[in-house]
Structure formats: structure tokens, C-alpha cells
């Protein structure tokens, strides 16, 4: 059976890999094998002893079964392994998504993240991830498909920006590293994706692509240098290792025309060599083209398991039994895959925490077929197990800590006594389908809490904009209340609106996955315009209500010119997509309950141009791979308009409060480091366990087993290998890359060492500390961000390296120490394949923003003392 599909798709590969490197005008990425196996290092190595205790006791179908998914739909979670019965292993449940557990009930509906991104609040994140972590182990979840650090968002059109935190690598970085934790702390692997380059959703997948018209061959190729690679989209991945994160998902696009899952640059060299990852790679759902290559170039679980949905087709499954036995993939190599998988397992205590699935992906019916493409086994599959625990009081509070404030003249906060509130825009109200009345969010109908696609979750319910208003106003015997919801009922505006003491306008912007579009919003936005007319709504209201309040529910940056200095609008509100209490938190802050301390994670820019980078929305290379060039390097968002020498309306980090803070007394404290020693020698050789049978008749299904229709499996349905693979070309002999199969010591990557990269990396060479006054008249928070100019031709004005948040009463002052890394100085170099600290004068700023830049001073780098090179 289907090895023909694994060898052609490593033919192809292998051929389109040949015509690229001889054609001058396409990027390559070259050749990096073998695969690095896991050490156990860092503190992976109790998970990893107690991983190697398991897979010594098992058999190679039982190995293979780990590894192989099997198919989609084939049993209850968007994506299983095979398990090993006699062992009592139920195999994986992996399931979506990065702000809840997807696809099911009686779960909660967080904010998503590149919301909360906006808090800036290292503690929140690590407890949203807590509480994700815990819904979806509540629900028998082993992995959950989170969080995102890629797309990073390059582009802030591109449709699933809002899923991860920000296109700043630092921000992204902690956020993720935070997230990974806090989910893993529940008893849940983390799975940081999509790894790397998945910053647009045009052409990510050919399928998708050509059912939108686009008859292309191969998936887009990001096409990327080695230094935007390391200084931008890299930086959080390495973040994301040295929390722990236990799984990576590899993307669908290709980069430098390399499939992501098959990429042996990226996952053998970059993520497994460089950053030292102990954990497994999944790949996303289809991503994998190519059998024996990708188990060479380190993918080590594949999902959902089938070449295609429910094809019955597979690259590994029997394939990779087969490819075991006849000596094309080491043994150690998928003990290695299975090592990994289990030492995940084990990190984050999964042994611990067993319970069985107890919901379904693919109904909320309570009896169905546990088998749901095979319409097979009947059973309770859903037992609507409550998981929320007391999870919406800190959704509520994490959302109203995530709200930006962006303009404040007088409008806010509000007393609920107004005489007179008018409420406007469908953003006020729930979707008259209920909250969930679009599949996957497939609608921006009502207030936006979350995008759509696979990133999102089912609400339990959703607190809209108008009853949290509401309920408020009523609460303090407040006055009137009227509401418009229908953003083109011009007559009904102006007439509410003319007599409103204060208007509240609800306005929003959406983007998705790629699988499904809006309006022709192939998941990408088409333009960075506010949506449903909004920019009329808002003219409409202010032409006649001096005292006008928006509040924007978007998934990123928009284009606010038409109202932002607009005298009549009196306040501004970037709510981001709040989650299941999206109107309690805004009314929050509308109300004053919550001073908002919010900054923004992104940029809001005048025009879209100056963003400088963008989607590509037209194919660009025939019916071949669409070749997206990061030309742009590493300026992207406000990098990219310092750059430009322009200025953004509200820039990236910025965000005002119902107080005002000063700052003061910059010091800088150096710390004595040993120099950076670049890591050397070699690994131990491959382990490997178990003696694998060359008779292929020890693997052929067991007599009278019942094969479930569609399932994937390990065994092979004929001991003639050509037979079972049902490949024409199976004895023709095919080339592989040198050094695939080689299991002996390797050379120590230089800038590796341990998870993270080279612990050196993080030694502490500066801490910079700076006093912060509370200046108003009531207690607010305040993010302290601390930027650094490194100096060279090639660096952006300046970077943010650190902050932290704080809490001040009126009056109150309080020092804010702040470390600056030896990462957090160098520069990528391409010739030593290492970080350096470059000549160049490094200046330190801490202030508001990454404009309001109050407080600088010079770092004293010098190379004698140890610090650079
Ligand atoms: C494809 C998406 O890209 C990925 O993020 C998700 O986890 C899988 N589908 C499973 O739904």
C-alpha cells in the first residue's frame, strides 16, 4: 500500500529541490542530516530516562502506531495517534487551539493572543495558560495545538496574526514562554506552531488554493536570510524550547522551496540542532508531502495521520514499518521520534494525569460512532463534562487588562449616571444566530471575541457590549439607554444619537484561516478598513454626538484616519477580541472599574504602505510554488515605519490611562560574564532499542482483525513489501541524502548547547532600572518598556528587549529593574553561525512607548571585558 505516494512525494521533493539549486532565481535551503536525537539535556533528562524506559518495551508496530495519526476523523479529537493496548497507552489526543478547547461544550472561551499581548502582564499569561491547560486536560486533551508565535505577523492583513501575540520577536518571545508553562503546568503538552514562516494564508495550502481559483502546484515558499530568520522570526521558537514547550508544529508553507515538514535546514539544523529541542515535531494537518524524507529531515508525529483527509492513504503507517524493516530509516531514528514523543509525555507529567477523551470533534451529540468516518462504534462519545472551574473571572480580568486606550479627551471613564447613553453597531450585540451560530466563527456577525478558523472555541456564552452597558447603567440608576444595532439605519442613528449624552459606537475587523473566507477574505484581509460600513457609522454618530466614544473589537491594526481626530470623539478603545466576557471587560473600562493599562502590540499606522510589507494575493510563478521574498528583512511593523522616517497614529507599545506616570533616574548596572564560549564537541551517537524482525510477515495484520474503514494502522496487508506498499517503483532504488541514516557522534552546533540555544545567551549583562511616578489622581498600571539601539547600519531604530508592569497608587514611585541579555545585544552572524555583540555604540532607552522613549543612557560593551567578540 501507499508507498507510492511517500516515494513520489520524496521523488518530487527531491527533483524540485535539483531544479531550484540549479536555477539561480529561486531560494534554497540546503541539505542539514541527520536528524539530532534527543539527550535528555537541560531538564528534560528524568522525562527522557523515564521515555527510553518506554519505548525499550516496545515493539516497532507499536512505535510506528505512536508516530502516525490515525486519519482524520478516525476517532474523537481533531487529531489521535495509534495507542498500544498491551500497555494499556491510549495513544495521543492532540486538539485545537490556542484560546480554549476547540470543537466541544461547557468550555470557556479566553482571549485570544494577540489580546492579551496587549497586557503586557508576564503572571496573566502564565495563568491563562494554566487555565487552557487545565480545560483541555479536564477533557482528556494530552497536546493542545498552542500557542502561536508563527505567524509571527509580518503583515498585518495576514488572517492569523490574532492567534499568536505580536509581530515584535521579544514581546511574542515572553508571551510564549509564559503560555508554554502555564499550559504545561496543568499537565498538558504544548505544541508552539506553526514552525516557521506561515505569515500569510494565501496559497499555505494547494488544495485551499485552488478551490479559491489559483491553480497551483506547490504550496508559497517564504523565501528568507539567515539573519531575519534568527533576529525576527526565530527569536520566539526559542523561547517557546527554553520554556519546555514539548511539541512544534511545522507549517504548511515551504521555506526557501523546502517543505516546512520536511525542511531539514529548519527542523534538523535550527530546531533540533540549534535550539536544542527535546521535544517531537507534529506535523500540521496535511503538511506532510513526503515519507522517508520527512522522517530524515525530523518530523516525528504526523497528523492527522492520512496523506489527504480521509483518503485511507498514508506517508508513514505501514509505509514507515516497511521503511524500518527493509533498513531505509534507522532504527534509531524512530526510536528517536517515539523518544521525543514520550518525553513530552513524561515533562509535563501527562502519566499523571490520564482520563480518558471524553468529548467529540466532530459532534456535541452524546451518543455516536467513536469512529466518526467510519460511522463505527457506537457509544457515548460526548459526557459534556463542565471544565470551566472558576476560569471566566479571570478571563474577564485578563481582557480588561488587555484594552488599550488610545485617545482620551474627557470622554472616559463613564459614571453610569449619564442621562442619556446611546449604544451603536451590531459590535454591541450577540450574532442573532447565538454565539456560536457560525461554524468555526465563520461570520463577523454581532461583537467580534474571537477570528475564525481552527484557532477558536465554542462559547459557553458571550457577554455583548450592550448588556454589560446595560446592567451597569441600571446597576448605579443611571438614565437612558437606547441602542441601534443595524450599522446602515442611518435614520434610526441620528435620531438616538442627537439626543444621546454620551454615544458608545462598537466597531470591528476579522480575519481567519484560510479553509473558510468572509466577503472574499480568503482568511487574509483584504484591506485593513474597518468593517460593516463602521467608518460611516462612526460619521454618522459623531455628526450629530459631541461626545462620542469607539470602541474597536479587531483582530489587528486598522486604518483610523477618517475619525481619529475627530473633536467629537471623545475617547478610543482597542478591545482586541475579548473571549467569552468580551462586554463585561470593555464595560470594565468604560466604567473606570479597571483603569486601563494596556499597551499596543502592534502598530497603528497611517497608511497601509507603511507597514512595508505584505500579503502576496496573486500567485507569482506560474502554476509552481508562489515565491513570497521577505525582502523587508527584519522590519516589519515599527521597525519598519522608524525606518521609514514616518509617524504611525498610535504607535507599537503605546496606550494611555486614567492616570499619568513620570520617569526618572535611569541607572545602568553592569555585571561581570565569562566570555561567550561557542559550544564544541561532539553528541553521543544515536541510541537505539529493541531488534527489529527483517521478516515482513511478523507485521502483517492479525488474522480476522477488523480494520476500521479509513483508519490508519501499522501493519501491513501482505509480507511482500512491494505488495503492501502498493508502490510500482518499490525495488527501482532511490538516491537519499548523505548522512540521513548516519547515527554516529555529530558535531555540537556552535550557537546550541542546551534548549534555547547556547545558555550563554541568556547570561544577565546589564540591569537597567529607572523610577516611575504615579502623577494623577488614581491608582493605574503601567507597562516600563525598555528599548535598545544596537547601533549598526543594519539595525532598526531600536527594539524592545524587556518590561514590566506595575501598579502604582497616586503619588507612589516605584524602581523598575529591568535585565538586558547578551541576546538581547548581539546581531546574527552568518559566518560563524553564532550571535555576536557588534562594535557598535549599543544605546538603552526606557520609556512608554517605542516613541515615548523618556530615559537613555550607553551601554558600555567592550570586548575586553568579556562580553562580545
Ligand atoms: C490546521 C491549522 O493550521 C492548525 O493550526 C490546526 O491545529 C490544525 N489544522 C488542526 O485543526
Redesign the pocket.
Known sequence: MRLAQAFSGVVVAAAVAQAQSSDAKLAYSPPKYPSPWADGSGNWEAAYAKAQAFVKQLTLLEKVNITTGVGWEGEQC??NTGSVPRLGFPGFC?Q???LGV?DTDYNSAFPAGGTVAASWDRSLWRQRGADMGAEHRDKGVDTQ??P?VGPLGRSPEGG?GW?GFSPDPVLSGIAVGETVQGIQSSGVIA?T??FIL?EQEHF?QVGEANGYGFPITEALSSNIDDVTLHELYLWPFADAVRAGTGAI?C??NQVNNSYACANSYTLNYLLKGELGFQGFVMS??Q?QHSGVASAYAGLDMT??GDTLFDTNRTYWGTNLTIAVVNGTVPEWRIDDMVTRIMSAYYYVGRDKHTKPVNFDSWTLDTFGPKHFIANEEFTVINEHVDVRAEHAKNIRDAASKSIVLLKNKGGLPLTGKEKYTGVFGQGAVTNLWGPNGCGDRQCDNGTLAMGW???TANFPYLVDPLTAIQNTVLETSGGVIQSVADNWAYAQIAQVASQASVSVVFVSADSG?G?LDIDGNEGDRNNLTLWHDADALIQNVTAVCNNTIVVMSTVGAVLVNSFYQNPNVTAILWAGLPGEQAGNSIADVLYGRVNPGGKLPFSIAKSRSDYGTDVMYEPNNGHGAPQDDFTEGIFIDYRAIDKKGVDPVYEFGYGISYTTFSYSNLQIKSHPVKPYTPTSGHTKPAPSFGKVSKDYSDYVFPASFHQVPYYIYPWLNSSDPKVASEDPDYDSGHKWPAHAADGSAQPKNPAGGAPGGNPQLYDVLFTVSATITNTGKITGDEVVELYISLGGPNDPKVVLRNFDKITLAPNEKKTVSLDVTRRDLSNWDTKTQNWVISKYQKTVYVGASSRKLHLKGALHVSSGSGYGQ
Do not use: F, Q
Open positions: 481533531v487529531g492532540n485545537d487551539s490556542p476547540r495545538l498552542g502561536v492569523r492567534e505544541c506552531k506553526h506561515n499555505r508544529m507549517s504548511y500540521d494537518w503538511a497528523m492527522p478558523g481552527s484557532g484561516e479553509y
